[in-house]
């Protein structure tokens, strides 16, 4: 039996993703030009070759959605949730681990998105990004072995 022709969609297709959410976050980050790109459940957030963080809202586990807030190193994250004086838990104080992670990755912490200070922690998260705190932002090692970009 002869299958029948195949019509052509006239339509478009609409892509099925979205835009990044919390866009005042990456308005605050302008000045240093990030790059978005899609990761696992979000949007990675890169300022040069350091990812910063990700922006995640998703409907699956969504107590783990806000920003994602990438360390330098496993050690500062530990000390950010402390409460020490120099820690960024009286900059950031919502900041808490991700339940999705498990305990695995240490080095990404958690602005949940449905804290009352969602919005003043993340901006203040983008603070600490634009002056260059070196607590936060690291190099993934897909980049490391990148060549430097010619400017």
Not at 25 to 31: F, G
Not at 101 to 126: M, N, R, T, Y
């Amino acid at each position: 039996m002869p299958r029948p022709p195949k019509i052509a969609n006239p339509l478009p297709q609409k892509s099925k993703r979205k835009s990044p959410p919390y866009p005042f976050v990456l308005e605050a980050l302008a000045p240093l030009h990030p790059e978005v790109r899609p990761m696992f459940s979000g949007y990675a957030v890169y300022i040069g070759d350091k990812i910063v963080l990700m922006l995640r809202d998703s409907p699956k586990i969504p107590e783990d959605n806000g920003l994602w807030l990438v360390f330098a190193e496993q050690t500062e994250a530990a000390l950010a949730l402390t409460n020490r004086p120099k820690s960024l838990r009286k900059k950031l104080p919502s900041l808490r681990t991700i339940g999705i992670l498990g305990g695995v990755i240490k080095h990404w912490l958690l602005i949940p998105s449905d804290s009352p200070s969602f919005e003043s922690d993340a901006l203040q998260a983008c603070e600490l990004i634009l002056t260059h705190d070196p607590r936060i932002g690291r190099i993934p090692e897909s980049r490391k072995s990148r060549k430097p970009k010619k400017q």
